[in-house]
């Protein structure tokens, strides 16, 4: 069993930053893959980005450029720097952990993970 907490949300306005944290419990962490995906009221949840326990990363096209996933396995932590950030961005986010091999445009669909968190809301007002 593994648990995932995410953290970081809140309100920002149009073209700011936020940075989300997911912390893991268990001492796999480094071998496991990590998703974010986001999903806004009324919307099917939406894959984001990915980074696999060798950190080659892969980005949904609606925010490549502009958010950042990176991992932190002495902290058995994954992040993302959102950067110009939009109010379409507006959704909670969710992060995944995935315990097999992703291939090198795998891992983009919800129902390839193994482990949710309870997700952070992200809010960015026009």
């Known amino acids: 069993q593994v648990q995932l907490v995410e953290s970081g949300g809140g309100l920002v306005q149009t073209g700011g930053s936020l940075r989300l944290s997911c912390v893991a419990s268990?001492?796999?962490?480094?071998?496991?893959?990590m998703g974010w995906f986001r999903q806004a009221p009324g919307k099917e949840r939406e894959f984001v980005a990915r980074?696999?326990?060798?950190?080659?990363?892969h980005y949904g096209d609606s925010v490549k450029g502009r958010f950042t996933i990176s991992r932190e396995n002495a902290k058995n932590t994954v992040y993302m720097q959102m950067n110009s950030l939009k109010p379409e961005d507006t959704a909670v986010y969710y992060c995944?952990?995935?315990?097999?091999?992703?291939?090198?445009?795998?891992?983009?669909?919800?129902?390839?993970?193994?482990?949710w968190g309870q997700g952070t809301q992200v809010t960015v007002s026009s």
């Open positions: 995944a952990s995935r315990s097999s091999y992703c291939s090198r445009y795998g891992c983009q669909s919800q129902y390839e993970y193994d482990y």
């Open positions: 268990g001492r796999t962490f480094s071998s496991f893959a």
């Open positions: 980074i696999t326990s060798g950190g080659s990363t």
